[in-house]
């Protein structure tokens, strides 16, 4: 699967409709003399397209390396298979990392390591404030699992928050997907977990801050 045509460019293209229509809207109500009613509204239209900001990243040398599937700040990383964690049923027990996206941070999705689409499968309904530990269950999610050539499976999360409310995945099960290649986004804060088997291990720790397609979130040992 190459990248799909709606994320390349420095916007993502589900960024230029709204923020047409608010354009389009700003300069009818400026062209009548509603200048500041339209001065609010031509600057909703940029700041919509500067939530969908695409920018280049450097991928770093080393497939044993998982980069990071979005960017923002770690919330978790934590094992499963013991204690309250249970272990996932396709990845085994291993790691969960999981990544807040503020309304500020690039939205769009990088694939961590290389590999074919095993599944993809959506599940949950809630939209809850995705920084809190129950949205990782409750809220409407995507995920893609994926398996490498060695056989080594994980999972990518996509989970919606308060405000966002729409997740975009472009890929499709079958695709072979390359690391650090963008896959898709979620629309206005939100949540991205990595699910990740025993043979892993994570090296970022809560509280850091990661770039997508570009940080080094944990690294394959065995």
């Not at 960017?71 to 790691?95: H, I, K």
Request: glycine residues 14%; charged residues 20%; proline residues 5%.
């Amino acid at each position: 699967m190459e990248t799909p045509q709606a994320l390349r460019g420095p916007i993502a293209r589900p960024g230029y409709l709204f923020s047409g229509v608010l354009g389009v809207i700003a300069a009818g109500l400026l062209g009548l003399g509603f200048s500041w009613t339209g001065g609010v509204l031509l600057l909703l239209a940029g700041l919509n397209l500067a939530f969908f900001r695409n920018p280049e990243r450097v991928v770093p040398d080393g497939d044993h390396r998982l980069v990071s599937p979005a960017d923002g700040r770690v919330l978790e990383v934590a094992r499963t298979g013991a204690g309250a964690l249970a272990a996932d049923e396709v990845v085994g027990p291993g790691y969960r990392i999981a990544i807040f996206l503020s309304v500020l941070d690039v939205h769009v999705n990088w694939i961590p390591i290389s590999g074919k689409v095993r599944a993809l499968r959506r599940r949950g309904s809630g939209f809850l404030a995705a920084f809190r530990p129950e949205a990782s269950n409750r809220n409407l999610q995507s995920r893609l699992d994926l398996e490498s050539a060695s056989g080594l499976r994980i999972a990518v999360v996509q989970i919606t928050g308060l405000i966002a409310r729409r997740i975009v995945c472009y890929a499709n099960e079958g695709d072979k997907l390359e690391r650090g290649m963008r896959y898709g986004l979620i629309c206005y804060g939100s949540r991205v977990e990595l699910l990740l088997p025993r043979g892993c291990e994570p090296s970022v720790a809560v509280g850091d801050r990661v770039r997508g397609g570009e940080t080094v979130v944990a690294e394959v040992i065995s």
